[in-house]
Every structure is written in C-alpha cells, then in structure tokens.
C-alpha cells in the first residue's frame, strides 16, 4: 500500500492544499499525519476541515497546547500567543449554535494520541517519550532505539524538528533532499525517519515537506505553495507575531 506521512501543518492552508493537491498526483491511498495540525498559522479551522480525511493523525504539542493547555509553559511567548488565540478560533462555544463542524472537529482533537503503532512500525510526534521530545541526532535517538527493540519495530516516523533526516543505528545521520530515494526501509536496520514539515519547514528550503512510502521505498517530497498569501494573512492577524511569516521565507 502507498501512503503519504506527513507532520507539523501549523494551521497553513496554502501549504497544505498544495501538499494535498500533489498526493493525489501520486496513487496514494492512506494519508498519515504525526501531528501539529494547529499553532502559528492563521487557518486552523479550514486545516483541521481538510484533516478529517487523514486515515491517522497524531497528537502533536501544540495541539495539546491548544486543546487544554498541555505543556504549553515550555513555549516561548510567540508560540504561547499563537496557540491561545487558536484555541478562541477552534473551541466550540454555546453561542455557536449550528457550527456542527467546529464541534466535531473538536471532539476529534480530543481522541488523537502521540503516538500509535501499527505492526513493526511507530508513528510519532517527537519520540517514544513524548510529543515535546526531540530528535535531531543520533545522540538523541537512543531510547527510541531501546523502544524500538523492545516492542520489534524496525521503522519509526517522526515530526516534530521541521528537518528531514534519516538516523539509523548503524550510519548515523543521514540528511534528506527532495526527491531523494531511501530504499530499503523495514530491512535489517532500525531507522528513524523524520518526514519534516508542510507548514514551518526549517532546513532553509520554504517549500512544504512530506514524504512517500511505497512498501520498502521511501521519497521526499517538496512542494511549492502560495507562501506570501499564507504571510499576508499572519500579518493580519495580532495575536500571530508578523516572526511567524516571516520565518516562512527562510533559504
């Protein structure tokens, strides 16, 4: 079965529509997403709409944040700023009456979990430990390699950084470009994947960031999208610091 992982939306329409619109190019069948629907960008209820259709999505930190709070003392002031006033735009209220869609999108928040394994595979935000965990090397992989040993996983996927990469046991660190194949996932080694980001790449390539697993074949994608209509909107938008566009420009 082909699937398309992908992670770390933060409320980018633009950037997802485009993503969603290249999938389809694709013969994909399931669509998994690790998390981090919501935070930073100013869509997040039309991001949240469009994820309905993911067969898996996970419970990313800022989705926490957003639906109770949950961790939300570790985020800097800009990220705390931009989940509260998610939270006042996705939140079902009394005074909503017929917004049927707000309330289910809601209840859907609240089932997701940080990670979820399926077969010899794990999917999760940012590690085994939790979603606010991060991986950027090999020095950090270790008890997710435990973990993976433990319960007979061979391949993991993550989000969480926004930088794609690759870390198996055996060599280590191994950066990811689009359009770059890994063929032999599920094969002998225990590798963390990192699929990167759609809505807040950070590896000084704008452009959103997935990838496509066709049974041992891994490839990266990236796709352009309308960044400055996703900046425009920011900008708009005061509870959103104007940092949060312009970070999207990065190269």
């Known amino acids: 079965m082909k699937i398309a992982v992908l992670s770390d939306i933060h409320s980018n329409l633009e950037a997802l529509t485009a993503v969603l619109e290249d999938i389809q190019k694709q013969d994909v ?49 800009i990220a705390a700023m931009a989940a509260n006033w998610t939270r006042k735009e996705v939140e079902p209220h009394s005074g909503d009456g017929a917004d049927e869609a707000k309330l289910e999108n809601w209840n859907r928040l609240s089932q997701w979990e940080p990670m979820e394994i ?7 935000h940012g590690s085994c430990e939790g979603n606010r965990e991060y991986i950027f090397q090999p020095k950090d992989a270790p008890p997710t390699f435990q973990f993976m040993a433990l319960k007979g ?5 993550i989000g969480h950084t926004h930088i794609p990469c690759i870390i198996t046991e055996e060599d280590g660190y191994i950066p990811q470009k689009a359009g770059e194949t890994y063929p032999k ?22 452009r959103a960031c997935y990838v496509i697993v066709d049974g041992p074949e891994l490839t990266y994608r990236r796709v352009e999208y309308d960044v400055d209509t996703t900046i425009k909107k920011i900008y708009e938008i005061d509870s959103l610091n104007n940092f949060l566009g312009d970070r999207l420009r990065e190269r």
Request: aromatic share 12%; with cysteine; net charge negative.
């Open 29 to 77: 069948q399931e669509i998994y997403c690790l998390g981090d629907v919501l935070g930073y960008g100013p869509n997040p209820n039309e991001v949240m709409d469009l994820a309905r259709e993911f067969q898996l999505t996970l419970l990313g930190n800022h989705d926490g944040a957003v639906y109770d709070n949950e961790g939300i003392e570790h985020f800097n002031w």
């Open 118 to 124: 399926m077969g010899r595979v794990l999917f999760a």
């Open 153 to 157: 996983i061979s391949t993991c996927f």
């Open 185 to 206: 996932i599920g094969y002998g080694k225990r590798m963390i994947i990192n699929v990167g980001s759609v809505g807040q790449p950070r590896d000084r390539d704008w």
